[in-house]
């Protein structure tokens, strides 16, 4: 997780911090902060899977229901839509998937991103979190001026990096595959996010010790996270400058959600 300030279009990256389990993730999303965030993982599925599945689309039961579920039913259910569909179209996607480029929100391989979404929406939903367009939150949990004090948003890394980098990977989990290359892609991409040379126009502000931390972390599990704090800085201007949905689009299907700034 990236933690940063941001003042004057310019984001301060002030810690990083490794939560080493699910259950330290649930820890401190209940913690009495205030904060806006970012997260890596899928906030909904495709309206067209879920409709053809005949499951709640009201998000909060759908969520409810495919929290019930195990991965095993999960994979089962997914495989058995997908073999009945033509190559190539295999896949339902979200609006917001395509406009992106991610990984269709349903995928459970390579990468698994509906197991990321059954393992952490229904910890934002039990610690009673905001989501904008999807999930009030805890109705008590505001402050002094009646906003929510935790707010999350659907963040996604690639979205950023392959806007500087196009096609060139920055990062591998296998260690083999961190190559030299991968190391220069991290070092431009960090020069890019330092210059504001994105079109969300924010420029990050690290220490010497920081930037050796996001070039050296070949899994890029580091620069992932200071993505997305650029992404939840960018929402946050927006929800200063009057835009109660921090950016997101007044047509959401609010059963899909969207991904902050695509």
């Known amino acids: 997780m990236a933690f940063g300030a941001l003042e004057n279009e310019r984001v301060?990256?002030?810690?990083?911090?490794?939560?080493?389990s699910l259950e330290a993730f649930s820890h401190w999303l209940t913690q009495p902060l205030c904060w806006l965030g970012a997260f890596d993982l899928p906030f909904g599925l495709p309206r067209?899977?879920?409709e053809a599945l005949a499951w709640p689309t009201q998000w909060q039961d759908c969520m409810t229901h495919y929290a019930s579920l195990s991965r095993q039913q999960i994979r089962d259910t997914f495989a058995t839509f997908c073999a009945d569909r033509p190559t190539g179209g295999k896949f339902?996607?979200?609006?917001t998937d395509r406009l992106a480029g991610s990984s269709p929100s349903m995928k459970w391989i390579n990468p698994p991103v509906a197991y990321m979404l059954h393992a952490g929406v229904p910890l934002l939903l039990e610690a009673g979190v905001q989501l904008p367009g999807l999930h009030a939150g805890d109705p008590n949990d505001v402050d002094a001026c009646g906003q929510a004090r935790r707010v999350a948003l659907e963040g996604y890394p690639g979205l950023l990096a392959r806007e500087v980098l196009g096609r060139r990977s920055y990062k591998s989990?296998?260690?083999?595959?961190?190559t030299p290359e991968r190391l220069i892609a991290r070092k431009?991409?960090?020069t890019a996010l330092e210059h504001g040379q994105t079109r969300l126009?924010?420029?990050l502000k690290l220490t010497h010790a920081q930037r050796d931390a996001l070039v050296d972390d070949g899994r890029g599990d580091?620069?992932?996270a200071v993505l997305c704090l650029i992404q939840a800085a960018w929402a946050y201007n927006r929800q200063q400058q009057g835009?109660?949905?921090y950016g997101l689009p007044v047509d959401m299907d609010p059963l899909e959600g969207w991904i902050v700034s695509a």
């Open 12 to 20: 301060q990256l002030l810690k990083l911090e490794r939560l080493d």
């Open 222 to 224: 580091a620069l992932d």
């Open 173 to 178: 989990d296998d260690q083999a595959r961190q």
């Open 201 to 203: 126009a924010l420029r």
């Open 48 to 50: 067209e899977l879920v």
């Open 188 to 190: 431009d991409l960090i």
């Open 92 to 95: 339902a996607h979200r609006a």
């Open 243 to 245: 835009d109660a949905r």
